[in-house]
């Protein structure tokens, strides 16, 4: 389900938000270990809404991470900017073989199927085949930007494997966390400093996704690094600007996703019965809390993991990629 962009020793697992730069390092056994974690907070300006704005400067960043975090040369894993996928449900004729399918979908960019962006990298997952059709789940993102992640990191002496998603990401964590099941609609939300996604699961596959910017940029936060770069102290510091307000919207897009899905994705037939929580916002327990109180239906989130601070949880289900 994710993109592959190369084929696939300890693998370095890297997030690079608009805000934030994180890895973790673990040993690839059963159950996973946990040795490394550090983040790098990143000025205002550098990335925004996922685009690459200050090259230069972000590769000077990244550089000094690498060095100081000691992955120089290995393996990495990344994340593709949420902002930029599209995940959307395409019907094929039943005589496309399925090893063909992203050749035809390739084929039919710009006539039958209209994407926000030229050139995407596309990957599929095939859901369900009758006698005249065959349905399949499309995940797309601009091909330039998820280059442009994987030469970066070539250039600071990483070497990218894979790409993923940051639901997957998520979800496989919660996964590992034995926190989801076929039978439930699950509503996964990302209550990030910068954005929340909303994502939608069944039968662990993510069938709708909304991404939607917060208006607050990383100037309206006061953060204190520790020395070891592992955690930080963040609050809130635009005393000008109303943080509740900001927090409203959520739950607004939240009700707007709950009945989108349930009257137009599914006519009424099936609604979300379960929603799992996350994120690396400051409050978020506040918001957690908020959510419990507000929905009539079951929430999670992820109970403590290696004494790992809930940020790094991320990073940590992309290191799951490929393992479980």
Same mark, same amino acid.
């Given at each position: 389900m994710a993109f592959e962009l190369f084929t696939s020793n300890q693998i370095a697992n890297i997030i690079i938000k608009d805000h934030v730069i994180r890895y973790v390092g673990?040993?690839? *056994?059963s159950p996973l270990v946990v040795q490394k974690y550090r983040e790098h907070y990143l000025p205002s300006g550098i990335i925004d809404e996922g685009k690459i704005i200050e090259r230069d400067t972000l590769k000077l960043i990244l550089e000094e991470c690498v060095s100081e975090w000691g992955i120089s040369k290995r393996q990495v894993r990344f994340t593709i900017p949420d902002s930029s996928v599209v995940i959307r449900k395409i019907v094929v004729p039943i005589d496309i073989k399925d090893d063909e399918i992203v050749g035809y979908l390739y084929s039919e960019l710009g006539s039958t199927?209209?994407? !926000?962006?030229? +050139? !995407?990298?596309?990957?599929?997952?095939?859901?369900?085949?009758?006698?005249?059709?065959?349905?399949?789940l499309l995940f797309a993102a601009p091909e330039d930007l998820a /280059?442009?992640? *994987?030469? %970066?990191?070539?250039?600071?002496? %990483?070497? &990218?494997?894979?790409?993923?998603?940051? &639901?997957?990401?998520?979800?496989? %964590?919660?996964?590992? $966390?034995?926190?989801? /099941?076929l039978k439930d609609h699950i509503l996964l939300i990302q209550f990030d400093l910068q954005t929340v996604n909303l994502s939608i699961f069944y039968q662990h596959i993510p069938i709708f996704m909304?991404?939607? &910017?917060? +208006?607050?940029?990383? #100037?309206?936060? +006061?953060?204190?690094?520790?020395?070891?770069?592992?955690?930080? #102290?963040?609050?809130?510091?635009?005393? #000008?600007? $109303?943080? +509740?307000?900001i927090i409203e919207e959520i739950y607004r897009e939240i009700d707007h996703v709950l009945n989108f899905y349930q009257y137009?994705?599914?006519?009424?037939? #099936? $609604?979300?019965?379960?929603i799992l929580f996350s994120g690396d916002h400051p409050y978020s327990n506040d918001v957690f809390s908020r959510v419990i109180e507000r929905y009539e239906i079951p929430v999670s989130t992820i109970d403590s993991i290696e004494k790992l601070p809930p940020n790094y949880y991320l990073p940590l289900g992309l290191a799951l990629k490929e393992v479980q």
């Open positions: 673990v040993k690839q *056994s199927i209209h994407l !926000p962006f030229d +050139e !995407p990298v596309l990957d599929i997952k095939k859901l369900s085949e009758n006698d005249d059709k065959k349905e399949i /280059n442009a992640y *994987s030469a %970066l990191l070539q250039e600071v002496s %990483l070497k &990218p494997i894979a790409a993923d998603i940051s &639901p997957l990401c998520m979800y496989r %964590l919660f996964d590992y $966390s034995d926190k989801t /099941n909304r991404h939607l &910017p917060l +208006e607050t940029t990383i #100037e309206d936060w +006061e953060i204190q690094q520790n020395r070891a770069g592992s955690n930080a #102290e963040i609050k809130w510091g635009n005393s #000008e600007r $109303s943080l +509740e307000g137009s994705l599914m006519k009424g037939k #099936e $609604s979300v019965t379960k």
